[in-house]
């Protein structure tokens, strides 16, 4: 079994800084393409940030510039480093990425369980 677990969400004032985490487990053979979403209540989860296999990445026009995507594939592990956060930011964000178990014989989409993160003013 495969899943994602994300960590690193919390409450931090205007002009800070949180960086998340998302680690696969699971029979893995490979990652492909990662994603970070968030969705506020009422809302449609967007897309944050992008990093495809080969290192490039996407942001949301939001967050560019304040916002960075990274991988470790030796951990299985995605990052997003979010600094200069503003109340705007609140939401509960969620990692998303397309994976080759060992039990597969194709990419599958898995999704995080979601971190809440607040940024007060």
């Known amino acids: 079994q495969v899943q994602l677990v994300e960590s690193g969400g919390g409450l931090v004032q205007a002009g800070g800084s949180l960086k998340l985490s998302c680690a696969a487990s699971?029979?893995?053979?490979?990652?492909?393409?990662i994603g970070w979403f968030r969705q506020t209540p009422g809302n449609q989860r967007e897309l944050v940030a992008l990093i495809t296999s080969g290192g490039s990445t996407n942001y949301a026009d939001s967050v560019k510039g304040r916002f960075t995507i990274s991988r470790d594939n030796a951990k299985n592990t995605v990052y997003l480093q979010m600094n200069s956060l503003k109340p705007e930011d609140t939401a509960v964000y969620y990692c998303n990425a397309d994976i080759w178990s060992t039990s597969s014989f194709r990419y599958l989409s898995y999704w995080g369980q979601g971190t809440q993160v607040a940024v007060s003013s």
């Open positions: 699971g029979r893995i053979f490979s990652i492909h393409d």
